[in-house]
């Protein structure tokens, strides 16, 4: 029987990655040192989303790969698994057909599989993916209003400048005249190779530098 302990930062979510890294760190070894024991393998993956599938977690997959019966994998918290219900699942899935155990380190629900805490666990799972869900449609609806206030989201489109006040977007007359001369040319019969060319050789070049077919084919597109 082993302990294996699975950590992992989450993409953009914690300003201080190595502090939570740590945080979860200590909250498993001290699960793992009250179970009599201080030995432990250790996974980490890092910098990805949390609703990600565990087939794009190579360190996810090389912990459950490692276990064989008897062993337990220890989390520190549930929504470590991430925030997909069917994500959790299959995971969870996985760490059962090696005939060993998912446990959690907090606490926060019992690590035994009593008819209880197995419907806590999904319980969780479906509050999680729910929260995800409702931060999502929030975030969205957020940036609907600054669009129709003309209001910067991101990245700046092609045709337009920042306003001085650093928010509101304004139209670039350069940048739409070479909108413009880009459309024309394409009713012209002009390809796109051609039309890139063109306005490098007019040293109307993009925001990095020279046009290509791909960068300009954006631009018309209005991406």
């Known amino acids: 029987m082993k302990y294996v302990i699975y950590l992992i930062i989450i993409k953009g979510k914690y300003t201080e990655s190595a502090l ?3 945080a979860q760190r200590e909250m498993c070894k001290k699960f ?3 179970q009599g024991s201080h030995e432990f393998h250790e996974f980490i993956d890092k910098g990805y989303s949390e609703a990600v599938s565990m087939q794009k977690r190579p360190s996810l997959l090389r912990a459950i790969d490692s276990l064989i019966e008897g062993d337990f994998l220890v989390i520190d918290k549930r929504n470590r698994l991430g925030s997909d219900i069917i994500v959790n699942a299959m995971i969870e899935s996985a760490v059962i057909r090696k005939k060993a155990k998912l446990v959690l380190a907090c ?3 019992r690590n035994d599989d009593e008819p209880t805490s197995f419907l806590m666990k999904r319980m969780m799972g479906a509050f999680s993916e729910y929260e995800r869900l409702i931060i999502g449609a929030s975030s969205r609806l957020a940036l609907q209003v600054k669009k129709s206030r003309n209001e910067r989201v991101g990245y700046i489109p092609y045709g337009f400048g920042l306003h001085q ?4 977007l304004k139209l670039d007359d350069e940048e ?3 909108i413009n001369l880009m459309k024309q040319l394409t009713i012209d019969g002009f390809s796109l190779r051609q039309i890139a060319q063109h306005m490098n ?8 530098g020279l046009w290509n077919h791909v960068s300009l084919s954006r631009v018309m597109k209005g991406k």
């Open 32 to 34: 793992v040192r009250e």
């Open 165 to 168: 006040d650093g928010v509101h």
């Open 107 to 109: 606490g926060d629900v």
């Open 201 to 208: 050789n007019c040293k109307r070049f993009n925001r990095n």
């Open 176 to 178: 739409l005249f070479n």
């Open 20 to 22: 939570d890294l740590e």
